[in-house]
């Protein structure tokens, strides 16, 4: 075994899950950026991955690799930038462990993250809601379901992993009706739910039924609904008959966004929006 393979088994399991207690998504997040890293280091180099070395991931393999993904995979420079950290975490954990590698590993430290341009915030004017909101057909189950996901998502704010991952269990439809949430940092929250959402989302339960631990908002056998598939719900219903959507590119993160923007122009406190949609 080489000393990158302990060193990097040993990142994910004593570094990011015992040490930091980093989520599920971090740790999938470095461990897909590793893997690629691998697999072009081995096309580059012709060994293969069990018999690579520090020495083989230098700096400029490692520059390579980040034109790569900007070039061959049509990365944005933000995407490109978050690939570099977690090469960097990596490398600052081999560092200590290294000595003899520390000049190669200084190297790849010092490479910088690139310079991105702010995206500028899409939120839905309330026209634009109504028209992606009149979009799902009602008839059926799927369209139904993805109503009352779609109004659950743009009153509440919630990012497109914590809206999969409701269950019934976090549903509170009585006296101070809310939903629980378990969100990003592993930090839970609270939102509370407007009239016309608890008045959806009763006509919803009890049409989906089910245990308490069952996902709130389930696909077809009942499962989660991907990250995916819900993105691909949201853009299909955004080609609703409405002028000014046909310029918009639709995610969950716009209807978070749509939140964020409905309770400003209520009057809300921008500290009181910043505790609702959390951190």
């Not at 909101?133 to 743009?154: C, K």
């Not at 269950?167 to 809310?178: C, K, Q």
């Not at 006509?203 to 709130?216: C, I, M």
């Not at 691909?232 to 310029?247: E, K, M, T, V, Y």
Request: proline fraction near 4%.
């Amino acid at each position: 075994m080489t000393p990158i393979a302990g060193t990097m088994q040993a990142f994910f399991t004593d570094r990011l899950v015992r040490q930091l207690k980093a989520s599920e998504h971090t740790i999938a997040a470095y461990r897909d950026t590793l893997r690629m890293l691998l697999v072009f280091a081995t096309a580059r180099t012709g060994k293969s991955a069990s018999r690579l070395d520090f020495a083989d991931l230098d700096a400029p393999l490692v520059a390579a690799f980040l034109d790569h993904l900007e070039t061959d995979r049509r990365n944005s420079a933000r995407t490109r930038n978050a690939r570099l950290a977690a090469i960097h975490s990596l490398f600052a954990f081999a560092a200590l462990r290294h000595p003899e590698h520390a000049a190669g590993i200084t190297r790849v430290l010092a490479i910088p993250a690139k310079r991105s341009e702010k995206t500028i915030v899409t939120y839905l004017t309330d026209a634009e809601l109504d028209a992606l909101l009149a979009s799902p057909d009602q008839t059926t189950w799927t369209g139904r379901r993805d109503h009352s996901l779609i109004v659950t998502m743009a009153q509440t704010g919630l990012r497109a992993s914590e809206a999969t991952g409701l269950t019934l269990a976090d549903l509170n439809l009585g006296t101070a009706a809310h939903l629980r949430c378990h969100g990003k940092g592993r930090k839970d929250r609270v939102t509370p739910l407007t009239s016309h959402t608890i008045t959806v989302l009763h006509a919803w339960t009890r049409e989906r039924g089910g245990a308490p631990a069952d996902v709130l908002f389930p696909n077809r056998t009942g499962q989660q609904l991907s990250r995916d598939a819900l993105a691909r719900r949201i853009a299909h219903h955004a080609a609703a008959d409405c002028p000014s959507l046909a310029g918009k590119i639709v995610t969950p993160h716009v209807l978070r966004h749509t939140a964020a923007m409905r309770l400003l122009h209520a009057g809300v406190d921008v500290t009181v929006i910043a505790l609702w949609l959390g951190p």
